[in-house]
């Protein structure tokens, strides 16, 4: 697993480069300021360098060129002065959830800022120096890297593809302490997974590895596996259809319109915040899914404020889409989860800014129910005049079979 700048999480006006390493703000208004976030999260001691190339400081606190770690549903468009990260301003100030401070230490160009990820705390090096430990409150979720660049600044991610200019004690690069095999992280990038069972396939039976299969050709997801089996890189995203009785909505967690090859089109961040945990029903249990929902699309509103008529007993469902290095679309998207809407409620954020969070459950929550009907011979009568079917019911109330049946003749 190589961890590079993820093109999905990247804000629109900054550009990618020398394999996503590179991020480049262009500059301008700076109408485009915002972040790019990596590819993958990592567990403790996961530590990685950013070499600043360019600069950019403002007299704001949170206007300048910044380092730090964020969730995967953090807003591009902003830093890290939210609940959601824990980020180094280049003029010094330090922003986590809860804390504002000033650390009076400033980087510029040139300088290689470490950061190392100790699972209760983040410290931010300045070349082989500890400048600063945070150690309050963490974003909830697993943490990615990410930089904020305002206004033509640029920086160069090392995940560890290079040797360190500095490696803390207990650091282990991040490439190496990711977590490429959880689909909680979106648009993990899979690179060869099956190519080894193939190696041993050939070892065992002394021919040579098969030809990848042709796009399009049987099975579950044949483009999917073709793209694997040739080497190459996939992607998958989650997407989530929410059936509200008057405006039914497809959504997913990248920008801009989504036409998957269904011909169903899907809308971009901005609406879908993010996914709770997606659980099984095991033992007869009925697990419960949440979903965050923006609050800036007046129609989400209108269907929170008539959220009993909108989504009482309406259908929810959660699909993977798969897409190869170029964010095309591989196979259609496919269920992985399906639930029942039942309630839906608004949270103000800020004076203009609110969210809706919606709540549901798998459709095992409906196992308890009463029929709706008895099995009479009088009701089966209002539904199918003159069918007898039923008439016999009474007859096997406390009736006794005896089994087996020994007819005259037979020993």
Known sequence: MTVTWEPTHTQPGITLSGGNLVATQSAGSGG??????????????????????????SGSPTGATAIGLCVITSPLSFGFDASDGVGWYANGWIFGPGLTTNIGTTFTSGDIIGVKYGGSDIKFYKGATLVYTYSGS??????????????????????????????????????????????????????KTLPGLLQLASVLSGSPEPPPPT????????????????????????????????????????????VTNDANEWSGIGQLGQIGDLESSIGGTSPRAEFTLSGVDPDIVADALAAEDEINNRDVNVYIQF?????????????????????MRIRQAGPDTCTVELSAETIFSRRSLPPLGILSDREHQQFYPGDTGLAGIPSLMSKVAIWPVILPGFP
């Open 215 to 258: 796009f399009g050709t049987g099975g579950y997801f044949p483009d999917t596996i073709a793209e694997i089996l040739a080497g190459r890189t996939v992607r998958c995203d989650l997407l989530v259809f929410f059936d509200f009785l008057t405006t039914p909505m497809r959504l997913w967690q990248g920008f801009g319109t989504l």
């Open 323 to 343: 897409f190869n290095n170029d964010y095309t679309c591989l196979d259609n998207p496919y269920v992985v989860w399906a639930g029942i809407m039942d309630n």
């Open 32 to 57: 485009n300021a915002g972040k790019t976030i990596g590819s993958n999260f990592s567990a403790s001691g996961g530590y990685f360098e950013i070499t600043v190339n360019t600069v950019f400081t």
């Open 138 to 191: 963490m974003p909830s979720g697993d943490l990615y890297p990410a930089a904020y660049l305002p206004f033509g600044d640029q920086v160069t991610a090392n995940f560890g593809a290079s040797s360190f200019a500095n490696t803390p004690t207990g650091a282990v690069a991040w490439d190496s302490v990711g977590g490429g095999g959880s689909l909680s992280a979106r648009n993990i990038t899979y690179s």
